[in-house]
Every structure is written in C-alpha cells, then in structure tokens.
C-alpha cells in the first residue's frame, strides 16, 4: 500500500520535527472529484463530524413538527461543543421542553472543553454533568427522535435501538453507501460509528448542501441544519475554535466540522463542493492546517477569510516562556 503524501509538517528552529501524512478529497453533487490526494476510497471513521447528517432523523421522524426545534437547539444537535453557559442552557431548555432531564443523556460526563467554563465550573465546586458533554446537543435530539416515534429512550445509544437504525439509514442515504457491521466501533459518546470511504464523507456533505440526489425532505431538512449551523457558529463548537472562527469569516458560505483523530469534513455551499480530510496519525492540529491549506486552495476567501485561515495554516509553536520555536504548517498546495 502507498503511503499517504505529507500534508503537514512541523519544523522546530531550522529542522524538520514532525511529517503528518494524510489525505484529502474535494467532491461535487454528482460524485465528480475536484481535487484529492493519497487514499480516498480506504474507510475511516467520520466520528463527531457527520453529526449534520446523524441529525437528520429529527425531521425524519417529525420530531422538529412535534417539539419544535429552534435553530439553536439544530445547531447544537450538529455541535461539539465546549461546555458554555450557552450550550449547557440551550441542551438543558430541549431536555425540559421535551420533558427529560440530564439524568436521560447517555452521553457521559467530561469537563468543559473551554478552558474558562472548566474553571468557573471547578470554582463553584460542581461536578461537570452529561449536559457539559461536547455531545450533550447531539444526544437530545436523538432523545427527541425518540419521542417522536413513540419508543424507549432508555438504551437509545445501543446500535439495535430504533433510533440509531434511523441514524445509520440517513447517513446511508447521504452517503451513497451502506455502512457494514464489520467496520463499526463506539464513538466516545456511546453511539455507534461506521467508516466507510473518505471519498463518500465528501459526497455526502456535497449532496446536503444542495439537495441533490436526495428526495425533498431530506434535501429541506439538510438545507435546514445547515442553516442553522452556520448562524450560530458558536454553538457548533465555541469560544475560539477553529470550526466556529471559520463558519463565522465565511459568513453561511462554509459548513465545517471537526471530527475526532485527525478528521475534517464539510461543504462549500456556494459552490456546491463537500471535502472531507483525514490526517492518518491523527494529530488535530495538524489536521485542522490541512484544513486550512485546503480552504485557501478552493473556497475562494477574502482578504478577512483568508488571514482566519492562516492561524490554522501556519500555527506558531512557543516556549514555555512564550518565545517562537517552531511552526507547525500545512505543506499541500494553497
């Protein structure tokens, strides 16, 4: 098998420190590639990046006629979020709408992402709850598909619950491919998590941001969540983030979601075009300069998009006493 090319690299003082190889591919509504690099047809997990299309069955199953989701709560149901006030208040306000509580997440607790909310949480001396959980918004609007169709919600993180058959068919009709038990795992959040081809993750988000392929609700539910997504940014990740800073510069013109090791997926919704990028040794930062490299190759940014994305492009690497010692950059074509 040929190896991956080298997509990033970090350089410290005047030698090369680390290479992160990875791949890439950009893909049209009609399945015609853009642009790639190494392996796009080798399966991998999306983890936390296809919760756009993990939402689906909210309208599926008639959950946002029944409950009436507002564009936060979808934006939250497509998030991982950082644990702010606002995305704890915001899962809290569905829960009780819907009539749960926390005690109905099966998510798991974990400390705030955001670094402040962690200490605000430490200083008053509370435990982080499931709500703080970067998946809290994902979870809810699974407990309302739930609802919706009238089944247990205990139990609805196992890979036999109705729900998550909903969840696996949706991502199977995006995506153009079915999703096979013998390439399944847990994602850290309890669900289930299938790979399949880099290529398809791409098609997919393609296909949501414009409808094609895909029958009129499904296309009206997917225009919906990513609507919803890029107007409210912060809710999507939070405070800083890369995913956040990017939809907020590109002002709805770019859906963009990170997913665990080394994962990037999303759409260029003007154009039509979806990308997904996986970094092989998993490396976030690393990945997030391939996302950067790629976005300034093909999205066409502006003078204010652009200076965003170089941040993530050419990431500075600094001492313990703040001094500059290295970069960690992204080296595919911008």
């Given at each position: 098998?040929?190896?991956?090319?080298?997509?990033?690299?970090v350089?410290?003082g005047?030698?090369?420190?680390?290479?992160?190889r990875?791949?890439?591919?950009?893909?049209?509504?009609?399945?015609?590639?853009?642009?790639?690099?190494?392996d796009?047809?080798?399966?991998v997990?999306?983890?936390?990046?296809?919760?756009?299309?993990?939402?689906?069955?909210?309208?599926?199953?008639?959950?946002?006629e029944?409950?009436?989701?507002?564009?936060a709560?979808?934006?939250?149901?497509?998030?991982?979020h950082?644990?702010?006030?606002?995305?704890?208040?915001?899962?809290?306000?569905?829960?009780?709408?819907?009539?749960?509580?926390?005690?109905d997440?099966?998510?798991?607790?974990?400390?705030?992402?955001?670094?402040?909310?962690?200490?605000?949480?430490?200083?008053?001396g509370?435990?982080?709850?499931?709500?703080?959980?970067?998946?809290?918004g994902?979870?809810?609007?699974?407990?309302?598909?739930a609802?919706?169709?009238?089944?247990?919600?205990?139990?609805?993180?196992?890979?036999?619950?109705?729900?998550?058959?909903?969840?696996?068919?949706?991502?199977e009709?995006v995506?153009?491919?079915?999703?096979?038990?013998?390439k399944?795992?847990?994602?850290?959040?309890?669900?289930?998590?299938?790979?399949?081809?880099?290529?398809?993750f791409?098609?997919?988000?393609?296909?949501m941001?414009?409808?094609t392929?895909l029958?009129?609700?499904?296309?009206?539910?997917?225009?919906?969540?990513?609507?919803?997504?890029?107007?409210?940014?912060?809710?999507?990740?939070?405070?800083?983030?890369?995913?956040?800073?990017?939809?907020?510069?590109f002002?709805?013109?770019?859906?963009?979601?990170i997913?665990?090791q080394?994962?990037?997926c999303?759409?260029?919704r003007?154009?039509?075009?979806?990308?997904?990028?996986?970094c092989d040794?998993g490396?976030?930062?690393?990945s997030?300069?391939?996302?950067?490299?790629?976005?300034?190759?093909?999205?066409?940014?502006?003078?204010?998009?652009?200076?965003?994305?170089?941040?993530?492009?050419?990431?500075?690497?600094?001492?313990?006493?703040?001094?500059?010692?290295?970069?960690?950059?992204?080296?595919?074509?911008?």
């Amino acid at each position: 098998m040929t190896a991956n090319p080298i997509l990033a690299e970090v350089v410290r003082g005047n030698w090369v420190e680390n290479l992160h190889r990875g791949a890439f591919v950009v893909v049209d509504a009609n399945g015609a590639i853009i642009a790639s690099a190494g392996d796009i047809e080798r399966a991998v997990f999306p983890r936390s990046a296809i919760k756009s299309m993990q939402a689906l069955p909210i309208f599926a199953q008639h959950a946002d006629e029944k409950f009436h989701h507002s564009d936060a709560e979808l934006a939250l149901a497509c998030a991982s979020h950082h644990g702010e006030d606002v995305h704890v208040n915001g899962v809290a306000g569905l829960l009780s709408r819907l009539g749960l509580s926390v005690a109905d997440l099966e998510c798991g607790a974990h400390a705030p992402t955001n670094a402040a909310a962690r200490d605000a949480l430490r200083a008053a001396g509370v435990e982080p709850s499931p709500l703080h959980n970067n998946c809290s918004g994902k979870h809810s609007g699974m407990l309302s598909v739930a609802l919706a169709m009238g089944v247990p919600t205990a139990g609805y993180v196992g890979r036999e619950h109705a729900v998550q058959k909903q969840v696996r068919a949706a991502v199977e009709t995006v995506i153009g491919e079915p999703l096979s038990e013998g390439k399944c795992g847990t994602d850290g959040c309890s669900i289930p998590t299938f790979a399949a081809p880099l290529r398809a993750f791409a098609y997919g988000f393609a296909r949501m941001a414009t409808g094609t392929g895909l029958s009129p609700e499904y296309a009206a539910a997917a225009r919906r969540l990513f609507d919803a997504a890029t107007k409210h940014p912060h809710l999507v990740a939070g405070t800083g983030h890369a995913d956040t800073r990017i939809m907020e510069a590109f002002n709805g013109r770019v859906m963009q979601k990170i997913g665990a090791q080394g994962v990037q997926c999303g759409a260029i919704r003007d154009k039509g075009w979806g990308y997904a990028i996986k970094c092989d040794d998993g490396d976030m930062h690393a990945s997030q300069a391939m996302l950067a490299g790629l976005l300034l190759a093909i999205a066409e940014p502006d003078a204010a998009q652009r200076e965003v994305l170089a941040r993530y492009a050419n990431q500075t690497i600094k001492s313990v006493r703040g001094a500059e010692v290295g970069v960690l950059r992204v080296t595919m074509p911008a």
